[in-house]
């Protein structure tokens, strides 16, 4: 067994009468970043609560630092785990610093208060995540980027060696799509985070990921380094769906097709072959 997070046999059912996920085994090195990815229900958020600890498994083993899931409380496991949830709802009342130093109520003292060094934390990953400029606002007067920067602060707060991100570029232009990923992986490189996040983005994940975990619905898994598992084959396979792929230097990228430029093509091959 190796890896902070290792997967052993994997099968979880919502129902007794079907699987979402079927026989997943995978693991993740200390302060790997790996990406899942794949169709609409094939069970990527199931997996994430899976992992947090949120459900539990029909069968198979979930390891997090050497230690089984089943054996933490809720409050150790939230030292080792922070989530991210998809479309994070703003926490009524509170400003930006507050909802951030809710992630450090595990660490409280007896006396439940925070301590000089839990406010320093706190600082540290508002800095990080470039919120510090707006600690003291509401939290419902932020943009939805801005928002998901102040819960991504809040889980590096937490100061866990782990992240667990629910499509956290969900409904983000461009440029916050980037900034996110960006500040992951300077979380990565210079915090030494373990960094997990489900995304239909594939080419942020071929662009910042370290591995991939492709699930289909078929209940199969593929995983491996990103540049093997997120092959044009893989992707044509798994979606369903035809894909341009292409390179920009050492990164690889991935356009779908539909039907109206795969009508297109055959018409310009037709009249440049007549």
């Known amino acids: 067994m190796s890896g902070i997070i290792h997967v052993q046999n994997l099968s979880f059912g919502y129902t007794t009468k079907s699987l979402v996920l079927k026989d997943i085994s995978f693991s993740v090195p200390s302060g790997g970043f790996l990406a899942i990815a794949g169709p609409n229900g094939a069970g990527k958020s199931t997996l994430l609560n899976l992992i947090c600890g949120a459900l539990t498994p029909r069968s198979g083993t979930i390891i997090i630092d050497a230690a089984p899931i089943e054996s933490y409380s809720t409050r150790t496991l939230a030292a080792k785990v922070a989530v991210v949830r998809q479309e994070s709802v703003p926490i009524f009342g509170f400003s930006v610093v507050e909802t951030v130093l809710m992630a450090r109520t595990p660490y409280f003292g007896t006396a439940g208060f925070e301590s000089q060094a839990d406010r320093e934390i706190v600082q540290d990953a508002l800095e990080l995540t470039d919120t510090a400029g707006f600690a003291s606002r509401p939290l419902t007067s932020l943009s939805s980027g801005e928002r998901q920067r102040v819960f991504i602060a809040r889980a590096l707060a937490q100061n866990s060696p782990i992240l ?80 341009f792929a292409g390179r920009i230097g050492q990164e690889g990228f991935f356009m779908p097709l539909g039907k109206l430029a795969k009508d297109r093509a055959r018409i310009e091959a037709k009249t440049g072959n007549s």
């Open 164 to 243: 667990l991100l629910d499509e956290p570029t969900s409904f983000l232009d461009l440029k916050h799509q980037v900034g996110i990923y960006d500040l992951l992986k300077a979380a990565q490189f210079g915090k030494g985070k373990t960094i997990v996040a489900v995304t239909h983005d594939i080419n942020l994940a071929c662009q910042y990921c370290d591995q991939a975990l492709l699930l289909g619905t078929d209940g199969l898994s593929r995983h491996g380094p990103v540049s093997e598992v997120l092959s044009t084959e893989q992707i044509e396979n798994v979606f369903g769906v035809e894909i």
